[in-house]
């Protein structure tokens, strides 16, 4: 079938998305998700133009820009860094959320970088890292740099502990890059409430050395699940079984195995067509997470482990993992040409399970991030062709609009809600721009 703006996620495939993912964004982590089925939605209506030509939303919505890079000044001086990409929002009490917002800048940019403060910086070539900004709404508090010296900070996800994982989506090394004093394709802790006993930049090297895309963690066992956007050869699925599962801010560096996905008979993903299908699934020991001599997707007899073409966002809910591959292509060397694939993946049965494919075509395409209110509505970013939304599916299927980016074809990224739902901060990376929407999220 192909797949419209109107028809992304309806059909019998996909009905069951829409409904796994309802519920409490805390309950992501905490396991205490709402069980009450949320009320029918059928969106919020068309989107009204903005006169400032930045975000079309529907009536009765509004948005702040409240941090722009290269024009807003960080706490403490230098200017906001750009390529604003992951981001999660933790509760900070008295009404505040605290943003830690990744930023995917590579050496040598002309893009503002992460200011290099003492105690901060891995690597002192690289312009990427984080920034931690403290809201009230859609009023800024205060914004400092929480990591530099990386190397392009694409995704992430946070962990159980209130943490956040901050994703390289690189592997080079001074022997690839001569400007580099460090190797890079890690997973840094980033902590925005201060508890790790030595916050300076430690590379969770376990994890693996590769293009990191997002993160996930099984808040029951303490797995680490790991998605890798690469090419040639693709990426790989990964999950970690920490030494220390569950132990809270720098457990992590306490080290464990990492892992490949191994689907039996089935080398690409992509391949798979037909929605319901459910593949079984094993795991590969990987021999040298650190890519010492070769790549880490490339360290497997191809026969042994099974491809992800552009492994996007991963989001646990619900005791399974959403897994995004955003698009495929014949002409690249996947299996098939799609515009995007999640899968739902369930450590219980050892089962994936492809819950949405969107052909070539339709209106809508590469699916990246995800994220759940906690009144349980859902959200996906786009970072496809032409214009891109902010798309609000009801549990039925049908996709909603929620936002345009007027302003240019730039992805949307970072997409994240406030714990009490009444927020939505989003990034728009090429824009350098950090948003906060809110309306009458219950209307629908």
Not at 32 to 44: C, I, L
Not at 218 to 227: A, E, N, Q, R
């Amino acid at each position: 079938m192909v797949v419209n703006r109107r028809q992304l996620m309806a059909g019998a495939g996909t009905a069951g998305l829409g409904f796994a993912l309802a519920g409490a964004v805390d309950a992501v982590f905490a396991g205490t998700a709402n069980a009450a089925t949320p009320k029918a939605f059928r969106g919020y209506g068309e989107l009204v133009a903005d006169p400032k030509k930045v975000i079309d939303l529907p009536a009765g919505f509004r948005y702040t820009v409240f941090s722009r890079a290269g024009k807003d000044t960080l706490d403490g001086g230098g200017a906001v860094p750009g390529s604003h990409d992951g981001m999660y929002a933790f509760p900070g009490g008295f009404g505040r959320s605290v943003l830690v917002r990744n930023h995917e800048l590579s050496p040598g940019t002309d893009i503002p970088a992460v200011p290099h403060r003492d105690g901060l910086v891995y690597d002192p070539a690289c312009a990427g890292g984080t920034t931690t900004l403290t809201v009230a709404g859609d009023r800024l508090l205060g914004h400092v740099p929480s990591l530099a010296g990386t190397y392009r900070n694409c995704a992430g996800g946070g962990t159980p502990w209130r943490t956040w994982l901050s994703c390289e989506e690189t592997e080079a090394t001074p022997a690839t890059d001569a400007v580099l004093t460090k190797k890079h394709g890690y997973v840094f802790e980033v902590d925005p409430f201060g508890r790790l006993r030595d916050a300076a930049p430690v590379p969770l090297t376990a994890l693996g050395r590769f293009p990191h895309e997002a993160v996930a963690i099984d808040p029951h066992s303490g797995i680490v699940y790991l998605t890798e956007d690469a090419a040639k050869p693709y990426g790989l699925l990964y999950r970690f079984l920490p030494r220390r599962p569950l132990g809270g801010p720098g457990s992590l560096r306490a080290g464990g195995k990492l892992q490949a996905l191994s689907v039996p008979d089935v080398r690409d993903l992509s391949a798979v067509r037909e929605l319901h299908t459910k593949l079984a699934v094993t795991w590969v020991d990987v021999p040298d997470p650190d890519a010492t001599t070769v790549s880490v997707r490339s360290q497997f007899d191809a026969a042994k482990i099974t491809r992800v073409p552009k492994a996007e966002g991963i989001f646990w809910s619900e005791g399974t993992a959403y897994i995004v591959s955003s698009y495929a292509k014949k002409s690249d060397g996947a299996a098939t040409d799609h515009s995007g694939q999640v899968w739902r993946f369930d450590p219980k049965r050892s089962t994936l399970e492809l819950v949405l494919r969107l052909e070539p075509g339709g209106r809508f395409d590469g699916p990246d991030n995800i994220t759940v209110s906690p009144l349980g509505g859902i959200v996906l970013c786009e970072d496809g062709d032409g214009e891109n939304y902010l798309v609000a599916p009801s549990a039925d299927g049908t996709p909603y609009p929620l936002a345009r980016n007027a302003g240019s074809d730039s992805e949307w990224a970072g997409a994240t809600f406030s714990q009490d739902g009444r927020w939505l901060y989003a990034n728009v990376q090429g824009d350098g721009l950090t948003v906060a929407i809110t309306g009458p999220w219950w209307r629908g």
